[in-house]
């Protein structure tokens, strides 16, 4: 379909998005990982400004424990997203590579928040991760819908 051609009503649309397979066993977990990664990912800004209120017990504790989770979800991610693609699954190649980058964005990121090196790159480095991570999982984590 290209962008003149008409839909079942008769109106112009866009080209369709890049299919992504949704009825193998290891594209449903390929949508779940995306899921909980980008959820994650959306929960560690919260538990780095609760750093800044005294009230909360050990955020940085949390905060810490969440980038442990994350990375290691970000390792299975790997994995899972080159099944997908490899196997029979048939998904693009572009979820494996952003995942791959997401990765290595994360090691970073995890590895100057640990050493408590270069705040000033820790943050924008965190807000690039977690848009990283919320478009893969809204561009790959979608069920196909019924036209």
Not at 13 to 32: F, K, L, N, Q, Y
Not at 60 to 89: D, E, P, S
Request: charged fraction near 10%; include cysteine; glycine fraction near 6%.
């Amino acid at each position: 379909m290209t962008a003149t051609d008409r839909d079942d009503s008769g109106t112009a649309g866009p080209a369709p998005a890049e299919t992504v397979p949704t009825d193998s066993a290891v594209a449903v977990i390929a949508r779940w990982i995306l899921i909980i990664h980008a959820a994650l990912l959306a929960a560690q800004p919260f538990l780095a400004g609760a750093m800044l209120d005294a009230m909360s017990p050990s955020p940085q504790t949390m905060h810490r424990m969440v980038a442990m989770t994350v990375v290691a979800v970000a390792i299975v991610q790997v994995f899972v997203m080159l099944a997908a693609w490899k196997g029979k699954a048939g998904w693009p190649r572009d979820a494996f590579n952003l995942s791959l980058l997401l990765l290595g964005l994360e090691l970073v990121q995890f590895t100057l928040g640990h050493l408590s090196l270069g705040m000033a790159l820790h943050i924008p480095l965190g807000i690039a991760t977690l848009a990283c991570g919320v478009y893969l999982a809204v561009k790959y984590a979608r069920r196909a819908t019924a036209r």
